[in-house]
């Protein structure tokens, strides 16, 4: 499974931004979809992730409230919907899939995510 990410950039603090994925290749093994994040010096994080077919979704606690992860099965697409976007989001963020929480496969390119004071 590939994955391409798009969507990051800068923002002021209090913006929004949405990052999309597209995966390609055996996509047919996903059954979960989501996002991690890496902010520098920090160690990789998990921000949240959907199952297949509108099934559960969950979320850091960072995240909550504030994100939103949906994802389109038909297209192989998931998206990292970012409101009251924060300084300490700032962050390289990564486009995940697997065959479940905790057993991530693919990982994308990275996308990044800077949130100006």
């Known amino acids: 499974v590939q994955l391409q990410a798009s969507g990051g950039g800068l923002v002021q603090a209090g913006g929004s931004l949405r990052l999309s994925c597209a995966a390609s290749?055996?996509?047919?093994?996903?059954?979960?979809m989501g996002w991690f994040r890496q902010a520098p010096g920090k160690e990789r994080e998990f921000v949240g992730g959907?199952?297949?077919?509108?099934?559960?979704?969950y979320y850091a606690d960072s995240a909550k409230g504030r994100f939103t992860i949906s994802r389109d099965n038909a297209k192989n697409t998931v998206c990292l919907q970012m409101n009251s976007l924060k300084p300490e989001d700032t962050a390289v963020y990564y486009c995940?899939?697997?065959?479940?929480?905790?057993?991530?496969?693919?990982w994308g390119q990275g996308t990044q995510v800077t949130v100006s004071s």
């Open positions: 959907e199952r297949r077919n509108g099934g559960s979704t």
């Open positions: 995940v899939a697997g065959s479940g929480l905790g057993s991530w496969s693919s």
């Open positions: 290749g055996r996509t047919f093994s996903i059954y979960v």
